[in-house]
């Protein structure tokens, strides 16, 4: 994520092609493409879709501002597989790296200073890491997706298309160690996309536990106390979340699996570029559980209540009203969804006598 990185061979990284196919081309109907363009392999219908869905998405608009020194950018990079299937890149990170040492991730960082949008930032930061190169018409962009809080960053995720399938990787040694691909449509279903070993049958593809963590929450039962505390911080409660992970099939080679917020953003793209859920739970069962707040409520939440999010609004001058405009909402709607709950209950119960 250095961004004094220079490529010890530079001319690897010129990618030039006459002639690329363009997006709007990608999704035309069978019989009209040109597959010798750009070496871009013919699109499954389900990939066009997929595309189209990507395209078409605007993520809601944000209800406050986050600050800029804890915001980061990741690059969702998708390209054409030899059938016609959409795949994702994913990078190991190095065992040198002081955070999250040899996991599977996706391109990114933090914002830096000559960035002007969260685009720019997972743009320079795979050009970075991995060597994808910035240009616009041969990467271009398909969305931006809504903000996800990660332990100390708000991280935007950043989803594109590789047009040119000669491009070739030129990794920063320093900070990626290997380079490999997995199917977008893996990260909803429980069924391995690749062939499972004999010995490895008893570990599935896809696995998912639930932890409890600060956040924001009303237990049940406590209708009455709004769970707002002085300031109208909200009171700190242990939320439960859940944790999905993915295996990549390349575990015998140290590759770790997808796991944590880069499962849930591919789950994530994954989602709106097939327009349907996964074929499992998200989220923890609610009840007996409190329901999971939404990842906007989540960031809210740490905004106001955690020291480092709270200091660096503070420095930046970043005004905390709209998010905690946002938090007390969505207290009153959970709240208001429980009453309506007992209520029903209630007439049902008086239904039978």
């Not at 250095?2 to 196919?21: G, V």
Request: with cysteine.
């Amino acid at each position: 994520m250095s961004s004094k990185f220079n490529p010890s061979k530079p001319s690897q990284l010129d990618f030039h092609r006459p002639k690329t196919k363009r997006l709007r081309d990608l999704t035309q109907p069978s019989g009209t493409e040109n597959e010798n363009v750009g070496r871009i392999p013919k699109l499954t219908d389900e990939s066009k879709k997929c595309i189209r869905n990507l395209a078409a998405y605007r993520a809601p608009k944000p209800k406050f501002h986050h600050p800029r020194s804890k915001s980061a950018a990741v690059l969702v990079a998708l390209f054409v597989g030899r059938q016609g299937d959409l795949y994702v890149l994913l990078s190991r990170r190095s065992s040198t790296l002081r955070t999250y040492a040899g996991d599977t991730s996706l391109p990114g960082g933090k914002v830096e200073q000559g960035d002007k949008s969260m685009e720019d930032t997972a743009r320079r930061e795979a050009f970075e890491e991995i060597g994808l190169p910035k240009d616009r018409t041969k990467v271009p962009l398909l969305c931006i997706l809504e903000p996800f809080l990660a332990a100390e960053l708000i991280v935007t995720p950043v989803v594109v298309l590789i047009l040119d399938n000669t491009l070739r990787p030129v990794l920063n040694a320093n900070e990626v160690t290997s380079l490999f691909s997995h199917p977008l449509s893996s990260f909803l279903t429980t069924s391995p996309p690749f062939p499972t070993e004999p010995d490895t049958l008893e570990v599935p593809y896809h696995t998912s536990f639930d932890f409890r963590s600060s956040g924001p929450s009303i237990p049940l039962g406590q209708e009455k106390d709004r769970g707002q505390n002085e300031g109208g911080k909200g009171k700190e409660q242990q939320t439960l979340f859940r944790v999905h992970q993915f295996l990549t099939g390349r575990e015998a080679g140290g590759i770790k699996p997808v796991f944590g917020l880069t499962a849930s953003i591919l789950i994530h793209t994954s989602t709106i570029a097939h327009a349907r859920a996964p074929s499992f739970e998200l989220h923890p069962p609610s009840p007996p559980n409190p329901p999971t707040p939404p990842m906007q409520v989540r960031i809210a939440w740490a905004l106001l209540n955690k020291p480092s999010f709270t200091e660096a609004c503070t420095k930046e001058g970043v005004d905390l009203g709209k998010a905690r405009k946002v938090l007390e909402e969505w207290e009153r709607e959970v709240l208001r969804e429980r009453r309506g709950a007992r209520r029903t209950k209630s007439s049902k119960g008086w239904s039978k006598l």
